[in-house]
Nanobody
Framework: QVHLVESGGGLVHPGGSLRLSCAAS????????MGWYRQAPGKQRDLVAS??????NYSDSVKGRFTISRDNAKNTVLLQMNSLKPEDTGRYYC?????????????WGQGTQVYVSS
């Protein structure tokens, strides 16, 4: 019913920048919260950043370096990542809490890989 597709991942040197985007499609009435999680091999999937209306939340490890924003008209959430560190390496997953005409449910994308390495 609802599909999320991430893009923008890749390989970047420490100190570099990447911009991740995630667009939702399908039977969408309204998207409430949007967010990004990341998961490194063998580790838990942890919250990176989230946004609800104009309120944002960041993990301590990315505060001051990452910025999350949303384009409601395009059902898109962005994650601008600056001053990247090797510790930022992982697969980044987009999530959105989507309201349809009959339900409210959190959806997840397939993820996009981010490598931060020299």
């Amino acid at each position: 019913q609802v599909h999320l597709v991430e893009s923008g991942g890749g390989l970047v040197h420490p100190g570099g920048s990447l911009r991740l985007s995630c667009a939702a499609s399908g039977s969408i009435f309204r998207i409430d919260s949007m967010g990004w999680y990341r998961q490194a091999p063998g580790k838990q999937r942890d919250l990176v950043a989230s946004i609800t209306n104009n309120s944002t939340n960041y993990s301590d490890s990315v505060k001051g370096r990452f910025t999350i924003s949303r384009d409601n008209a395009k059902n898109t959430v962005l994650l601008q990542m600056n001053s990247l560190k090797p510790e930022d390496t992982g697969r980044y997953y987009c999530t959105m809490t989507v309201r349809t005409t009959v339900s409210r449910y959190p959806y997840w994308g397939q993820g996009t890989q981010v490598y931060v390495s020299s």
